[in-house]
């Protein structure tokens, strides 16, 4: 048991993040927490995505000096959708916190469930 | 209840991972394509960090898409938030005399190092995107520490433009000269591991840079104004 939460623990805490980050976006109703839990669900995701093309032992894909063992690098391509899509994570927090932003001033609450007129 | 079917949905969720995820060992070389980009990267684009190959060179025409990505959302927070106004205008009191020379004096520090984190993108970790976020941090700390100034909304527009312009006519010239794919690497690639290498890398970079802090500190702009 120990063995196996020791080679697994970045599934395991980038999961971890994922499942937390849905369970607030399903049980929560206040607008913030809800884009507090899908900012949660995104870093676990981006997490995940980089555990995958890590490598034991390995170093940076970098060749900065002489003499780097390219067998010991670690997987490039993870690291470079990650480094965009956090940027982007980022402007898609800054669209969603805007939102919220014109539906308190519109409603004059954050809480879905008392938001009248929703279509769904 | 509503928790109760989030916790089971969980669970069903939580079980599909923990099934899937045991064929795919951690820590292990698991894709070609990655191996492939390491052990070529270097003759290929010149760029010491592959990383920055990666992002710039081989999947540069995503990394476009992306920066479109990243334009819609701050087009979209600013439509979004037009048409909103303030009932009432707070009035602001100004900063103390230490934090307003403290901010002062730390904005282009902060500045220069978001700069040298674009410019040296393809020798160092680090590149466009990450030194434009430590770029819109210097406006941060801008509009936290001065309250009541602003920045130049004309500058930050056309520092904007001109990066996204950069990006698309330096991939056309490369369509025309070489013939063969868009954002062709036709410049020398020069000496390996020295700031003038890699051809159009650093270029591009230093135009994602500008762009994405000029678009996050615009975001940063729109969001303090409406607070």
């Known amino acids: 048991m120990i063995n196996f939460l020791q080679n697994n623990i970045f599934y395991i805490s980038a999961f971890g993040l994922i499942l937390i980050g849905l369970f607030i976006m399903l049980s929560k109703r206040n607008l913030i927490k809800v884009i507090i839990g899908l900012s949660i669900l995104e870093t676990g995701v981006n997490l995940f995505i980089v555990t995958l093309g890590f490598l ?18 670690v997987d490039p391509v993870p690291q470079a959708l990650v480094l965009t899509a956090i940027v982007i994570g980022l402007a898609v927090l800054a669209l969603a916190l805007s939102l919220a932003i014109r539906l308190y001033n519109h409603f004059g609450t954050l809480n879905l469930q008392k938001i009248k007129e929703q279509k769904w | ?52 190959s990666v992002v710039v060179n081989y999947r540069s025409f995503d990394t476009l898409g992306e920066v479109t990505v990243l334009f819609l959302a701050a087009i979209g ?14 009035k602001v009191e100004p900063s103390s005399l230490i934090l307003y020379t403290g901010c002062r004096f730390l904005f282009p520090l902060i500045l220069l190092f978001g700069s040298y984190i ?19 941090s210097a406006f941060v700390l801008v509009y936290l520490g001065c309250r009541g100034k602003r920045i130049n909304e004309t500058g930050s527009k056309i520092a904007e433009s001109l990066g996204g312009l ?3 006519i330096l991939g056309l010239v490369g369509l025309a000269v070489g013939g063969q794919y868009f954002l062709l690497n036709f410049l020398p690639k020069g000496e390996f591991n020295t700031l003038f290498s890699a051809g159009i890398i ?3 970079y230093i135009a994602i840079g500008f762009k994405v802090g000029a678009e996050l500190s615009g975001i940063i702009d729109q969001l303090m104004e409406e607070s």
């Open chain 1, 56 to 73: 034991s032992k390995g170093t940076a894909p970098i060749f900065s000096k002489s003499g780097l063992d390219m067998q010991k690098m």
């Open chain 2, 1 to 52: 209840m509503r928790k109760f079917i989030g916790i089971i949905l969980l669970f069903i969720i939580g079980w599909g991972i923990v099934v899937s995820l045991k064929e795919i060992p951690f820590g292990e070389q698991k894709s070609k394509v990655g191996k492939y980009y390491i052990e070529k990267g270097k003759e290929e684009t010149g760029a010491s960090n592959i990383v920055t």
């Open chain 2, 77 to 90: 927070l600013g439509a979004v938030l037009a048409t909103f106004q303030r009932k009432e205008k707070i």
């Open chain 2, 118 to 136: 674009f410019i040296h993108g393809h020798l160092t970790p680090g590149g466009g995107f990450q030194g434009g976020a430590v770029i819109a």
């Open chain 2, 166 to 168: 950069t990006f698309v």
């Open chain 2, 202 to 204: 650093p270029i591009i």
